[in-house]
Each structure stands twice: as C-alpha cells, then as structure tokens.
C-alpha cells in the first residue's frame, strides 16, 4: 500500500516534470522524495538481513551469515563474473542460489521473488562505495566497515 | 629470573666470558644464589619431555541427524585416532554445538568419546548462552582450569563472558542464544574472561618460576584481531600482563576458524580451524601475512577446515601442524608453524 503510494507520487511529479521539460533535465528530486525512497529501500535492506541471518532458506539449519558474516566476502560488486562452480558467467543472483541449493541444502528462490531482492538489497548495501568490478575473480572484496548496529542505519 | 636478575641467557653469556674453565660449582660456590638458579632452571627444563598435543574446536553441532557438521568432525576424530606420533591429548577449544542445546551438546560428547586420547575442553558462545553454561558444566565441569603435563604448565579459561544484554530486552533464552549466535551480534558487546577468572589465573601461576613454559588455552584470541566480530578477548591485556613474568607463553584459540598468528611480547598466537565452516578474513591488516590458507571451494564440506597438532620439544620449541583434507595451506603453513 505505501509502496504504491510512494510510487504514484513519484510518478505524478514525473509526469507533470516531463510535460514541463521535454528537451531538459529533469529538476533534481526534492528531499522528501529522496527519504521516502531511501526509506523503501532500507526496509528491504532490513528485510534483506533477516533472511541473510534465517536458516529458513536452507534445510539444515545454515544461514548465509554462516560464512558472510557482515555479507564479507559475499561480493557483490564483481558480479556478472565466470564462477567455476557454475560453470558460466553468472549473475549474483544465481550466485545466491548456489549458495542455497548447495551449502544451505535449500530450494532455489525464483530469481524475481521478493526474498531474492531482499538478499540482494542488503548484500549491495553491505557493500556501499565499494569499487564496481565485475568479473574480479583475484580477491575477496570486504563489505564496509561496521563499527556498531547492523551495518545501514 | 627475575628475583635474581639475572636471564639464563645473561648468566651464560657472563660465564662463557669468564672461561669455562673457572666455571665449575667450586668457584661458584660462595654464589649459592647463582648456582640454584642453574641447577633449578635445568632440573625444570630437564623435566621437558617432547610431546604432541591435538587441538580442535569450533565443530558447531547441529540437532539435526546426520548433518554435514557430524561428518567433518567424525572424520577429524577418526584422523587423530590414527595419528603417528599419536598425541597426549586432545584440547577441545569451544563451539561444539550451534546453539547450546542439550542435545547439542550430547551428541559433541559423544563424537569426544570416541577419542582414544583424553581430552580438555574449554567453552565457546554458542555453547553457553541457551542457559547460561548450565548443561556444559553439568558435562564437562568447570570451564577453566590448569594442569601439568611433562614439564609444560597448561591453562584453559572461559573467555566468552559478556555483560548482560538481556534482561533489559526482555529476551527469552533462545532470543539470547540465538543473538549471539550471530558473528556479528551487535547488541551483544566484548567477551571477557572476568574478575574471577583473573584472580584465578594471578592464583594459579604465582609460584611458578618464569622458565616454565605455559600453555594458554581459549576460545577467543587474547590480541585485539577484529572486535566486530569479537575476535578479541576485552581482558586479554590483563591476561598477558598476569603472564609476562614468563618466558615463553603459547597460546592458542578458536573462534576464528581461519589460519591466524600472532606475536605480543613473550606470548605467540595462533588460532586454530573448525571442522564446522571457514570464517573470511576481516577487514584489518594481519600481523604476519603469510600465515594465512588459500581460497576455499564452499561446494566442497571438506575444504576450509580441520584441525591442528602441536609438536613440542625439550626446549619448549612448538611446531604447529594445521591438519586439512583440502589444498587448503601455503607451503610456508604446510611445513607447519614456528610457536
């Protein structure tokens, strides 16, 4: 419901936008409109976290925090990238999959599935900043540095 | 040494200058101070025997019949009943069970029935905060303690003690457990080992003289690592000022499973695998780089863990040997680990 009310906002004030500025830029978001979809996103971030920390995507008893503690070492920011595991140039998603099917003897997620984006959002936002590079298969990359609460605010 | 003034090291030195044809018990003998710290030092040292010792931990059993976890740790009980030299003892280091259930627990008892050697253990967090330790001290007794094996003076402590985080949340046990349980707590603050456990330990090496090689055994690491994830002990700088008056100390601890080392005045340590899952590195520059283990395959329930074995001689001189079943360790680490 909210989300549906945030997105209607955003989309009247696109629309009465683009009508007034075809050929331009469109005017910088307003801040309210910048918390509002900062906060859409934190709730999945949250919703993200608990899932990362739920052994309910596995079936004996594992969670993805189990070995990404902090999401470390989940990294996201080298993704598309070849993973040998799978054989193929693979998404992170897909990668999250393996990772439930496999270590976490789990059932895959659809890829679209409200759960998958919750995982990705706290992943991604576990790794804020970071340098993008896909298909870096030479390091672990580190999340940021948390130094007290969950790690987003 | 130090109520003499006077290091083996400085005593020999002096003598060697001297000439070694004056040193002999009758030129020494008006220095009666002297020669009973040399005949004290060598009967001490002379009591060293060389010995092998195994440490493992962090084994995180689930209730869950047959589970992964079982396996890696049946494997590792196996390989030590078969080893050659076979060991002393085991250490068990803490984590034997995920979240401190009864049942947990049992079967981890179990599996450390099946040792041929003794063993000591040492509790971890997530053996303890379901009730508090209750079941773990019911099983295995009092969760630190000291003994005497061939010369070398062993400790173990409970180093997960944290403050109260919640009777104030109003959290059940299983709430308070299963927070913990979570590496990244953080509404769960510093382990420690405490007051008493300090008292204890000021207790328990006070008469003994600074050439007896210690052993200190914990779950945690006693060196600030990476608090995020309570890889660090709050009071280890205690710990290690209440064991400076000793030559060597050698301390080793779980928690980490990872390959780790490190050096802090007269104490090396090293941490030690889980047979359960590998921990990644944190953010932070380690002490000595290249005691590291290389990338682990996460398909394979084999690779990223195991076990170790520390081989100790007359000198106190340790070897510590990581035992993996994968292609897990730089030839530097294989060769095994100077302590």
Redo the contacts between chains.
């Keep these: 419901m909210k989300r549906k009310i945030v997105a209607s906002m955003l989309l009247v004030s696109f629309g009465a936008l683009s009508t007034l500025y075809m050929a331009h830029a469109r005017k910088p978001f307003t801040k309210e409109e910048i918390e509002l979809m900062n906060k859409e996103l934190l709730e999945l971030v949250k919703k993200g976290d608990e899932l990362w920390h739920s052994p309910k995507l596995g079936t004996n008893g594992l969670t993805c925090a189990n070995c990404h503690p902090d999401a470390a070492f989940s990294n996201p920011n080298t993704f598309p990238k070849f993973q040998p595991n799978l054989g193929k140039v693979a998404t992170f998603r897909e990668m999250v999959n393996w990772c439930i099917t496999r270590p976490l003897e789990g059932k895959a997620l659809p890829e679209d599935s409200e759960e998958m984006r919750a995982l990705e959002a706290y992943a991604y936002y576990m790794y804020r900043g970071k340098k993008l590079m896909p298909g870096d298969n030479t390091k672990a990359h580190p999340p940021v540095k948390v130094k007290e609460g969950p790690g987003y605010p | 040494m130090e109520r003499k003034g006077l290091t083996r090291r400085q005593f020999i030195s002096a003598s060697t200058k001297v000439g070694s044809a004056l040193f002999t018990a009758s030129a020494l003998a008006p220095l009666t101070g002297v020669v009973d710290i040399v005949e004290a030092k060598t009967s001490k040292r002379s009591k060293l025997q060389d010995f092998r010792f195994v440490v493992i931990g962090d084994t995180h059993l689930?209730d869950?019949p047959n589970?992964?976890f079982d396996k890696t740790f049946q494997r590792a009980v196996q390989d030590i009943n078969n080893m050659n030299p076979k060991p002393d003892f085991v250490i068990f280091i803490g984590d034997l069970g995920?979240f401190g259930k009864r049942s947990e627990l049992e079967k981890g008892y179990r599996f450390l029935q099946q040792l041929k050697v003794p063993y000591r253990i040492v509790p971890g967090e997530h053996d303890w905060y379901l009730d508090m330790g209750e079941a773990w001290k019911q099983m295995f007794g009092n969760p630190f303690w000291s003994f005497d094996h061939k010369g070398v003076h062993f400790i173990g402590m409970n180093s997960i003690l944290v403050r109260d985080y919640w009777t104030m949340r109003n959290m059940s046990p299983e709430e308070r457990m299963n927070a913990i349980a979570?590496?990244?707590c953080?509404i769960c603050g510093l382990w420690g080992v405490r007051e008493e456990q300090l008292e204890w330990l000021e207790r328990d090496v006070k008469k003994l003289r600074p050439d007896t090689p210690i052993v200190i055994i914990t779950h945690s690491p006693l060196w600030d690592y990476y608090p995020?994830?309570n890889f660090q002990t709050e009071d280890a700088p205690q710990i290690r000022k209440i064991l400076s008056k000793f030559e060597k100390v050698i301390a080793i601890h779980g928690h980490v499973h990872q390959v780790v080392f490190n050096k802090i005045g007269n104490m090396v340590s090293i941490g030690n695998l889980a047979t359960a899952?590998?921990?990644?590195?944190?953010?932070v520059k380690l002490p000595y780089p290249d005691i590291v283990m290389h990338?682990v395959?996460?398909?394979d329930i084999y690779d990223g863990v195991g076990f170790m074995h520390v081989d100790l001689d007359k000198s106190f001189n340790g070897k510590a040997m990581y035992d993996v079943w994968a292609d897990l360790l730089p030839p530097k680490v294989k060769q095994g680990v100077k302590l």
């Design positions: 689930y869950i589970h992964r995920q979570e590496l990244e953080h995020r994830w899952w590998p921990w990644p590195y944190p953010d990338r395959d996460p398909g």
